[in-house]
């Protein structure tokens, strides 16, 4: 069953089961209602004979003919209270009486019951604190009262049956349209799930509504778009990675047929060239490797507790000479404590020679190169800045992709694998930091290394 036919049936049980329990709800109140009505005016009435008697008693000092004002008393007739007023009583009530009056010794007085059954009601006479006598009532429904009642109830049931019946038709209706609101953006995704299962990736949802479902609409076009990229990404790697094989392989092949066939003699020089060509191979499958390790997870880290200025200082020593060749002031802006950090100093020593072998190699003549470390409260930030041209806004969101190079003017020997700051954001993220990078075009490019404490 469809989630559309879930939700009616379910909001149909739960309209039928309410009704069911109103109906028995109401009609039980209704009938304990009527009943207590009927109760209290019967009270009324028995209170009404009681007085009756007791006033009789205070005018003659006995019960004696007590019996000749019984009937009267019975169908609503007091000496105290109007004639009227009495009648209206005797009307509202819908049970008649039987009544036996006893006196003090328990003589019967007066007695008008024809059937005596078990339910009676029995109350003594007092006058003043003392018991002149007793009065058992024995009350029995009219039949015309309980027509009225049956009718009375039937009433009231036939009106919750039918008010359930169109409230229930009322909210099918609306659960009707409820559910294909909310089942029609479901089958949109659902169309949009298939179609990616496809391998369709740049199918998108458009879901109008204002609620979940336009997030959960959002969400998968998000998603859409990752997958497209990282479909895109795996493909450009793989045409990346064999663009990079064949120049080396090619370089090697023809050179290795040219010795086969004489055409070159396996002079020292040439060696070498293979050489370079085969160190090329080695360095880009290495990078590789590191690179999927990292991205995975799975690198082994050697941490030690390390002190990240002296550290630093090492690195931008082996840098100096390219830094003077260049003309350029490499300088770094220690902490002004020592900060020792658990680090594995072999990957961020990588990670540093990276960033700041891309600041010398992009920095002009007479540029400047700075290494900030700073002591936040829960991180190290090191930031490596340069004065070179910069990297275009539209390139910054890819600057940490496999193979990406900023200038694609340059050449593999200027610019290396394209791999340098993918293999960096991988080790410092398994750190467990983060690496950001900001840039203005002219003005140059700074890249800030976050690792946790």
Same mark, same amino acid.
């Given at each position: 069953?469809?989630?559309?036919?879930?939700?009616? =049936?379910?909001?149909?049980?739960?309209?039928?089961?309410?009704?069911? +329990?109103?109906?028995?709800?109401?009609?039980?109140?209704?009938?304990?209602?009527?009943?207590?009505?009927?109760?209290?005016?019967?009270?009324?009435?028995?209170?009404?004979?009681?007085?009756?008697?007791?006033?009789?008693?205070?005018?003659?000092?006995?019960?004696?003919?007590?019996?000749?004002?019984?009937?009267?008393?019975?169908?609503?007739?007091?000496?105290?209270?109007?004639?009227?007023?009495?009648?209206?009583?005797?009307?509202?009530?819908?049970?008649?009486?039987?009544?036996?009056?006893?006196?003090? !010794?328990?003589?019967?007085?007066?007695?008008?019951? #024809?059937?005596?059954?078990?339910?009676?009601?029995?109350?003594?006479?007092?006058?003043?604190?003392?018991?002149?006598?007793?009065?058992?009532?024995?009350?029995?429904?009219?039949?015309?009262?309980? /027509?009225?009642?049956?009718? +009375?109830?039937?009433? =009231?049931?036939?009106?919750?049956?039918?008010?359930? +019946?169109?409230?229930?038709?009322?909210?099918?209706?609306?659960?009707?349209?409820?559910?294909?609101?909310?089942?029609?953006?479901?089958?949109?995704?659902?169309?949009?799930?298939?179609?990616?299962?496809?391998?369709?990736?740049?199918?998108? =949802?458009?879901?109008?509504?204002?609620?979940?479902?336009?997030?959960?609409?959002?969400?998968?076009?998000?998603?859409?778009?990752?997958?497209?990229?990282?479909?895109?990404? /795996?493909?450009?790697?793989?045409?990346?990675?064999?663009?990079?094989?064949?120049?080396?392989?090619?370089?090697?092949?023809?050179?290795?047929?040219?010795?086969?066939?004489?055409?070159?003699?396996?002079?020292?020089?040439?060696?070498?060239?293979?050489?370079?060509?085969?160190?090329?191979?080695?360095?880009?499958? !290495?990078?590789?490797?590191?690179?999927?390790?990292?991205?995975?997870?799975?690198?082994?880290?050697?941490? #030690?507790?390390?002190? =990240?200025?002296?550290?630093?200082?090492?690195?931008?020593? #082996? +840098?100096?000479?390219?830094?003077?060749? #260049?003309?350029?002031?490499?300088?770094?802006?220690?902490?002004?404590?020592?900060?020792?950090?658990?680090?594995?100093?072999?990957?961020?020593?990588?990670?540093?020679?990276?960033?700041?072998?891309?600041?010398?190699?992009?920095?002009?003549? /007479?540029?400047?190169?700075?290494?900030?470390?700073?002591?936040?409260?829960?991180?190290?930030?090191?930031?490596? !800045?340069?004065?070179?041209?910069?990297?275009?806004?539209?390139?910054?969101?890819?600057?940490?992709?496999?193979?990406?190079?900023?200038?694609?003017?340059?050449?593999?020997?200027?610019?290396?694998?394209?791999?340098?700051?993918?293999?960096?954001?991988?080790?410092?993220?398994?750190?467990?930091?983060?690496?950001?990078?900001?840039?203005?075009?002219?003005?140059?490019?700074?890249?800030?290394?976050?690792?946790?404490?």
């Amino acid at each position: 069953m469809k989630l559309r036919g879930k939700l009616l =049936v379910s909001l149909a049980a739960v309209i039928l089961f309410m009704g069911l +329990f109103q109906s028995f709800f109401l009609q039980s109140r209704v009938e304990k209602t009527f009943e207590n009505y009927l109760s209290e005016s019967d009270q009324m009435r028995i209170e009404m004979i009681k007085q009756n008697i007791i006033s009789y008693y205070e005018t003659f000092g006995s019960l004696e003919g007590i019996d000749r004002i019984l009937d009267d008393s019975i169908n609503g007739q007091n000496y105290g209270m109007g004639m009227g007023m009495g009648r209206m009583m005797g009307h509202m009530s819908g049970t008649s009486f039987g009544v036996i009056v006893k006196d003090a !010794s328990g003589n019967v007085m007066a007695n008008t019951a #024809k059937n005596i059954s078990v339910n009676s009601i029995k109350q003594e006479l007092i006058i003043n604190g003392k018991t002149i006598g007793t009065i058992n009532v024995y009350p029995t429904k009219n039949s015309s009262i309980e /027509r009225l009642e049956q009718q +009375f109830v039937h009433s =009231v049931k036939l009106a919750i049956l039918l008010g359930f +019946f169109f409230a229930g038709i009322i909210s099918l209706i609306i659960g009707y349209f409820l559910s294909r609101k909310i089942t029609k953006p479901l089958s949109q995704l659902m169309s949009g799930i298939e179609n990616v299962a496809r391998g369709n990736t740049d199918y998108r =949802v458009a879901i109008n509504s204002k609620d979940e479902f336009h997030q959960l609409g959002e969400a998968f076009n998000q998603m859409t778009n990752t997958l497209e990229r990282t479909e895109r990404v /795996r493909k450009t790697l793989v045409a990346d990675v064999a663009h990079e094989l064949r120049t080396p392989l090619s370089i090697i092949g023809a050179k290795l047929e040219s010795i086969q066939t004489g055409a070159l003699e396996p002079t020292e020089e040439v060696i070498l060239q293979l050489s370079d060509e085969v160190y090329r191979l080695s360095r880009l499958v !290495s990078d590789l490797q590191q690179l999927s390790q990292a991205e995975s997870g799975s690198l082994k880290l050697h941490k #030690k507790n390390t002190e =990240v200025n002296k550290l630093l200082e090492v690195i931008i020593e #082996k +840098f100096q000479w390219l830094a003077d060749e #260049k003309n350029i002031s490499l300088q770094l802006s220690r902490s002004p404590e020592e900060l020792f950090i658990e680090i594995d100093t072999d990957r961020i020593t990588q990670v540093a020679v990276n960033l700041l072998g891309n600041a010398l190699r992009y920095t002009p003549n /007479r540029g400047v190169v700075t290494v900030i470390v700073k002591n936040e409260k829960h991180h190290i930030s090191i930031s490596f !800045s340069d004065t070179g041209c910069g990297i275009e806004p539209e390139k910054l969101p890819f600057i940490f992709e496999r193979f990406f190079r900023a200038d694609e003017a340059r050449n593999r020997d200027d610019g290396g694998t394209g791999l340098g700051l993918s293999i960096a954001k991988g080790y410092v993220e398994i750190h467990g930091g983060e690496i950001k990078v900001n840039s203005i075009i002219g003005k140059g490019t700074i890249f800030e290394v976050i690792l946790p404490k």
